[in-house]
Structure formats: structure tokens, C-alpha cells
């Protein structure tokens, strides 16, 4: 195992064009093959980091870097290596899922970064497999579940090997058994996972590690099986555990 | 010829009727043309018709019957997703299909979208009557067509993370080309009417 950190995130600032600051010199490293949860109250500017990552929000101050490789959205060849690295889910399957099959979905990013042909079909359908929807392949998006279409987004970014994965509520509006389901294959991927969540019983079953970005900073970091202990502390961040849910 | 092409595409007369009846209004039309117009008359049982008119008559009966038959039999014999990448083939440019390819993908989206709005509409006790209701309707519209713009954006950064650089992945296998198959059709009618020229 290499002893460069999958991501690591240095004094990050950052104002939207309208002044409003969102983020305040963010500091986090992640090791590879760690699972870290992201939390924090809405509108803590999550969304706003997760876009930092693969250089979608341009750095303003600080600096981001995958693997060693600083992020630079200026410079468009570096950027686009860095977006194979980094596989961003989001949160709505619908957005994520836009051609007319499920593998030519999940063959549009290894396409982009110039496979063909028989390799392309291989890794499409390694992909799909990871994710338990290989045959599913040639149907059409919105004749799936939201829990599969969840399940075809996770495969859509598998398929390009990233050093880390990112998932924004992963969770979100999935019925119980789907929940699980894709708990199981998230843990079953052998890669760096950064989820970005509310849903606190998830971050335990799933990231050993977990930091609150609160306020434009991350405000803590610790093991997520003491985090959870420290009601307090959590009430200050705006989290709380569900109603009889006690570690 | 499209009789033929009907039988080949393993196609129930029957849809392929009920669907042609679209054609109703336009055979309606062809039909009076005979009886107005200028220029010389011609009897035909009994009546005076003008002869310009039986003419452009026939024609539109005659386009209209081809156009709407040959559209049937590609609707009813092609998916969607084979027009589109038949359109790629055809070189139409790479942006056209795009939009075609993404419209295809968000109408079902973006009708369900207006679904959902349409039940919380009623659900507040909106009812859909009169000319007060029209405000409503074309705020709802409005909420749609954001929703849409803004979800536009969503998946375009989505598409960026994934490194897309301004080409979008072909949809169709470059090797397999059939020109000699695509080429019957044409090529049966060019025929027909260049030997009805000849006879003529």
C-alpha cells in the first residue's frame, strides 16, 4: 500500500460569486483504502467540497490533491486525469444516468478517458456486475427502481477505477432492503470511500471514520464509534441520532 | 412496395390501419379539391369536375398516403434508440442526436416531474376550470421549465465529473454497416419512377 494519501485537502477556502463564504480552510487527509463518512447540518457546504474534488468548483485558496496530483482546473489535461481518479455519485440517480441504456451509461466515462471496443464491453460489464445489475444492462433507466438506478450510478463511476469514491447521501430515499443491499456492495469495493450523509446509523455500519464540517471547517474527526457517543457534541453540529438508536 | 415492406416488418394490418387514420382530414380535403377551382372541366359520373383540382388531389392523397404509411412502419418497426443511432449513421451532426439521445432519456423524467405537480396542485384543492385556473397553469409551467433548466445543469456536472470533453460516446458500432440493405428501398422507387417516366 502507498503511503500517499487518496485525498488530501489543504487550508481550502471558498466565497460563491455572491460574497457569501461557504467554506473556511478545510483541512482533511484521507489514507488509501479508508472509508470516511462527511457530515454535517444542511448547508454546511458539503456539496461545495465534494465539487472542489474533481475540480468542478475551481480552487480559490488552498489546495486539493488526488493521489499525489494536485487538482488544477486550469489545467484541462491534469483535469481530466484527476476526474477518472475521483468518481463522484450524486445524489439524484436521474441526473447521474443520462443515455438511453444502462451499459452505454456506464461505458460513457471509460469512453471518455479513450477505451474501445472489447475492453470498453469488459469493463462495462465488470462494472455492472460489482453492482449486481449486469443483467439489467440493456434497459433503458427509467424502467429501473430508484434503488437499482442508485445501484447503476455507483456502477457508472466503478467503471472508471477511481482512487476514491464519493457519495452524496448515498442513502437518500432508498427503501430499507436497498439500503442494505447497497450498503453490502460499498463494502465489498476494495477503494477509498468518502460518503457525504445525515443518515448517522449508516456512517457507523459502513466508515470507521467520520468528520463534521461545520461552520466552513471540518470541526472534528474522530472514530465514528466514539463520535456517536458524544451527544453534545453532535447536538452542537445540528446531528443527532434517531429516536432509540444509543451506542 | 409499402404493402411489401408492411408484410416484411411482420406488422398487424390492423395497427397499421388504425393508425393511418390519421390521414382522415387530409383525404377529405383532396376530395373537394375536384370541385373548385379554375381551368377546364372534366364530366365524371354525372359531374362537372375541374381537372387541376382531380389532379392536385390525387397528389396529396398519393404523398400523404406514403409519408404517414412509411412513418407508421418505421414508428411500429424501430425502437427509438435505433432511429437514433440510424441518425448517427446517417452522419446527421453529433449535436442534433445528442439532443434527440437526451430528450428521449428526460421526457419520462420530466413527465413525471409534471405528474407529481399536477397531484400536489389538487391536493390543495386546486381544480383545473375557467380562465383563473390558466394563471396557475402557466405558473406551473414556468416551475417546470427551471426545474428542468436547473436539473440540465445537474447533469451536465455529473457528465463533466466523468470526463466528458464535448463528445458524446457513439451510440452505434462503427463497423457494422449494411449500405446495400438501406439502399432497396430508394432504389425500388427511383426505379418505378424512372420506368413510368420511360412508358409515359
Known amino acids: 500500500m502507498s503511503t500517499i494519501p487518496s485525498l488530501k485537502i489543504s487550508n481550502l477556502a471558498y466565497a460563491y460569486p455572491d460574497g457569501h463564504q461557504a467554506l473556511y480552510g478545510v483541512k482533511l487527509e484521507i489514507s488509501k483504502g479508508e472509508k470516511v463518512a462527511l457530515l454535517g447540518p444542511n448547508g454546511a457546504g458539503k456539496t461545495t ?35 477518472e481518479r475521483v468518481g463522484i455519485v450524486f445524489q439524484d440517480p436521474d441526473d447521474q444516468l443520462f443515455m438511453p441504456t444502462v451499459a452505454e451509461d456506464v461505458a460513457f466515462g471509460p469512453y471518455n478517458s479513450g477505451l474501445r471496443g472489447a475492453e ?39 467503471a472508471m477505477s ?86 | 412496395m409499402l404493402l411489401v415492406l408492411i408484410r416484411m416488418a411482420k406488422l398487424p394490418y390492423r395497427t397499421v390501419f388504425i393508425r393511418s387514420l390519421v390521414e382522415i382530414p387530409f383525404v377529405l380535403f383532396a376530395l373537394l379539391m375536384p370541385f373548385f377551382g379554375t381551368g377546364p372541366k372534366v364530366q365524371f359520373l ?57 430528450m428521449l432519456r428526460y421526457l419520462n423524467v420530466i413527465n413525471d416531474e409534471l405528474g ?18 390558466w394563471r396557475i397553469l402557466a405558473q406551473t409551467v414556468g416551475a417546470l421549465f427551471i426545474r428542468s433548466y436547473e436539473r440540465g445543469e445537474r447533469v451536465y456536472l455529473a457528465m463533466l465529473s466523468r470526463g466528458y470533453i464535448g463528445a458524446m460516446t457513439k451510440l452505434s458500432d462503427e463497423k457494422e454497416r449494411r449500405l446495400a440493405t438501406a439502399l432497396i428501398l430508394p432504389a425500388t422507387a427511383a426505379l418505378i419512377s424512372i420506368s413510368t417516366g420511360v412508358l409515359l
Not at chain 1, 474534488?53 to 484527476?82: C, F, M, P, Y
Open chain 2, 116 to 133: 407529481r405537480m399536477k397531484i400536489a396542485r389538487e391536493s390543495r384543492g386546486f381544480e383545473e376550470r375557467g380562465l383563473r385556473s
Open chain 1, 162 to 247: 477511481p482512487e476514491i469514491l464519493v457519495l452524496d447521501e448515498p442513502s437518500s430515499n432508498l427503501d430499507p432492503a436497498s439500503r442494505r443491499e447497497l450498503a453490502e456492495i460499498l463494502r465489498s469495493l476494495d477503494v477509498t470511500i468518502l460518503m457525504v450523509t445525515h443518515d448517522l446509523p449508516y456512517a457507523l455500519e459502513l466508515c470507521e471514520r467520520s468528520v463534521i464540517l461545520s461552520g466552513g471547517v471540518i470541526a472534528v474527526d474522530e472514530r465514528t464509534s466514539e463520535l456517536f457517543k458524544k451527544t453534545e457534541l453532535l447536538a452542537s453540529h445540528r446531528l443527532e441520532l434517531p429516536f432509540g438508536f444509543k451506542l
Open chain 2, 46 to 102: 354525372g359531374l362537372e369536375l375541374y381537372e387541376a383540382g382531380i389532379w392536385a388531389g390525387t397528389g396529396i392523397v398519393a404523398k400523404g398516403t406514403i409519408g404517414v404509411m412509411t412513418a407508421i412502419i418505421l414508428s411500429a418497426s424501430t425502437s427509438a434508440r435505433e432511429i437514433l443511432i440510424g441518425l448517427e449513421k446517417l452522419r446527421v451532426p453529433q449535436p442534433l442526436v445528442s439532443i434527440a439521445t437526451f
Open chain 1, 49 to 83: 467540497l465534494v465539487l472542489h474534488l474533481n475540480g468542478i468548483i475551481a480552487t480559490q485558496q488552498g489546495s486539493v490533491s488526488v493521489a499525489g496530483s494536485v487538482v488544477d482546473s486550469k489545467n484541462k489535461e491534469s483535469l481530466k486525469h484527476i476526474r
Open chain 1, 120 to 158: 470498453l464491453e469488459k469493463v462495462t460489464n465488470d462494472a455492472l456486475s460489482k453492482v449486481g445489475m449486469l443483467e439489467y444492462r440493456d434497459r433503458p433507466p427509467h424502467h429501473l427502481s430508484f434503488g437499482q438506478r442508485r445501484r447503476v450510478a455507483v456502477a457508472t463511476v466503478l
